[in-house]
């Protein structure tokens, strides 16, 4: 259904984008902040809690944790990160002051000092890289095939440094860089509104319904870079379609419209499909940041009190450019966030299967965006509203989808893509796709053609930027009913939306546990469509040259007794 965002009205055209050298080396005096990563303890313990809180047939079924038994469970002992932080402030004492402190599971140690005293401890040259497309800088180590354990070696690191102590943040390997925005993809079918939205996807006559939870049931948007929004165009098309006066509730971070280089789309699309769906605290986290540390953002979120369960984010990039480590960092990550309750949405991306819409892979291996790859996370494709009046949808050939080839299919998966590569007409050659891997997405929404009012003025925009605070904001009252049954947050989901006969977890079906399935007959959220796999239209449904590999369009009338079916259909009934 929706795709992931690659940076909502980012076209993920932009690929092969790299920081560039400018030559200048960050001053001795300057502060700078580095991660080391730990070696976790008990790492098995973060799968096998995930599927025990998230699986129906597990007697800890939605028995969430908290961030305490997550770290008591795999972080470092006081005793080790104590020893690691002393032997860091041993090396180059006479630069300056050094100073560490663990991050909130015990799996990461934080730390602060001068430029002069970094390169002195990991023999690297800290240097300027300029992002290609935006004014903005990193300062990361000139050798970008640093070998930190050769480092530790060199030094004597004792045995508990060497050990543990598996990478530093800003050494070897450039983060992957923000994706520049792009409207170049067609602007399909008829104009889409938040209430087209809510009339479609049957959430009008829950407006005014608020949550009185404090905010943990609402819903949260993350932006990165300096993408920022106006409170007043909220304001403006909630007036506009007499909609409930709901402004964003919290700022995490700064929202600075006014700010030098502001951009506005990616962030006001966000905003406006968040708040004004689903009437419902939204809150907007914002990484000021031009790379992508999904870590650093997931502590934000894992450190931020009250914060929203539902988070959409419509950012990401090709998993080559984030590489095999950080994604499985950033994985384990996910998994946390899932064990606290969080469900997350991201947007799948809008250059096509396999990113075979850009020039970089058309002709090469097919590669699926990250993190939306990630079997943590619900991806998000997207859909275009064919006729005005009505609620048929086609699906959208720009979507991101495809598979993942650092991610393996999960058991989940198995029966959806099996019978889709079973059947699907005009494959392309099995070369050109991991067949075995993570299939995306899981779900699809709107992605063209959606209103927003920018600056005062009405504009309109796309992407699975859109599809994703959609989605999202359709979810956010699946929690809000959930909390009327007595009953917490949804959580990891992602696995529901597969078994249990179609189902949106066992709570949601006849013959699962007293079920929500009768809170979304309510809703109307029967009208959702749900595609597995892949999210080009034509590939395997039609004689479209362009390979949809692993899609999956399965869409339900609004009077169905099921939120989500799995069925193989090759159009919309």
């Not at 140690?109 to 935006?134: G, M």
């Not at 079997?375 to 979507?399: D, Q």
Request: with cysteine.
């Amino acid at each position: 259904m929706l795709k992931l965002l690659l940076v909502v009205c980012f076209c993920v055209g932009s690929f092969g984008l790299s920081w560039n050298p400018t030559g200048r080396r960050s001053p001795a005096a300057q502060q700078v902040e580095f991660r080391l990563q730990l070696l976790k303890n008990n790492p098995q313990w973060l799968d096998e809690t995930l599927e025990a809180v998230s699986d129906p047939k597990s007697k800890e079924y939605e028995i969430y944790r908290t961030n305490e038994d997550i770290r008591s469970n795999i972080g470092r002992s006081d005793s080790e990160i104590r020893q690691i932080t002393l032997w860091f402030r041993k090396q180059c004492f006479e630069l300056c002051p050094l100073r560490g402190k663990a991050m909130i599971h015990g799996d990461f140690i934080q730390i602060s000092t001068c430029t002069a005293r970094f390169e002195c401890i990991f023999d690297t040259q800290l240097v300027q890289y300029k992002h290609p497309l935006y004014d903005s800088f990193i300062y990361h180590s000139k050798d970008t095939s640093y070998d930190l354990q050769k480092r530790l070696k060199e030094l004597n690191a004792p045995a508990v440094v060497r050990d543990l102590v598996l990478n530093v943040n800003n050494v070897g390997r450039l983060p992957p860089a923000l994706k520049k925005f792009s409207s170049g993809f067609p602007y399909q079918g008829v104009k889409v509104t938040p209430v087209v939205v809510a009339e479609n996807y049957g959430t009008k006559g829950f407006q005014n319904d608020r949550s009185s939870d404090g905010g943990q049931l609402g819903n949260a948007f993350a932006e990165f870079g300096k993408q920022y929004f106006f409170p007043s165009d909220i304001a403006a098309i909630q007036s506009h379609y007499n909609l409930p006066n709901n402004s964003i509730a919290h700022i995490v971070g700064n929202n600075d419209p006014n700010a030098f280089g502001s951009q506005y789309l990616e962030c006001t699309l966000d905003a406006t499909y968040l708040s004004s769906v689903a009437d419902q605290p939204t809150w907007g986290i914002f990484e000021t940041s031009f790379q992508y540390d999904f870590v650093a953002f997931t502590q934000t979120l894992m450190n931020t009190a009250n914060c929203p369960k539902i988070i959409s984010i419509s950012y990401g990039a090709p998993e080559s450019d984030f590489g095999e480590d950080n994604m499985n960092t950033v994985d384990d990550e996910f998994k946390k966030l899932g064990i606290l309750k969080f469900t997350l949405f991201f947007s799948s991306g809008d250059t096509g299967v396999g990113n075979t819409l850009d020039s970089v892979f058309a002709c090469g291996k097919y590669e699926t965006n990250y993190p939306a790859a990630s079997p943590y996370v619900v991806a998000v494709g997207g859909t275009y509203l064919r006729k005005t009046g009505n609620s048929e949808e086609g699906v959208w050939r720009y979507g991101g989808s495809g598979f993942s080839n650092h991610n393996r299919r999960p058991s989940w998966q198995d029966s959806a893509v099996t019978k889709y590569l079973s059947t699907a007409q005009n494959l392309p050659d099995s070369s050109k796709y991991n067949n075995t891997g993570r299939a995306l997405p899981d779900v699809s929404a709107y992605a063209t053609n959606c209103r927003i009012i920018v600056q005062g003025k009405i504009q309109y925009i796309g992407g699975t930027s859109a599809s994703a605070p959609i989605t999202a904001s359709v979810f956010t009252y699946v929690n809000v009913q959930r909390l009327k049954n007595g009953k917490g947050p949804m959580g990891y989901i992602t696995p529901q939306l597969y078994t249990s006969g179609g189902e949106l977890g066992p709570d949601f079906g006849e013959d699962n546990m007293n079920t929500v399935d009768d809170e979304f007959k309510k809703l109307g959220i029967l009208k959702f469509t749900l595609f597995f796999s892949s999210g080009d239209t034509g590939v395997g449904n039609t004689l479209d040259s362009v390979f949809a590999c692993g899609k999956y369009e399965t869409n339900y009338p609004a009077a169905s007794p099921y939120v989500v079916a799995i069925v193989i259909r090759e159009e919309r009934v």
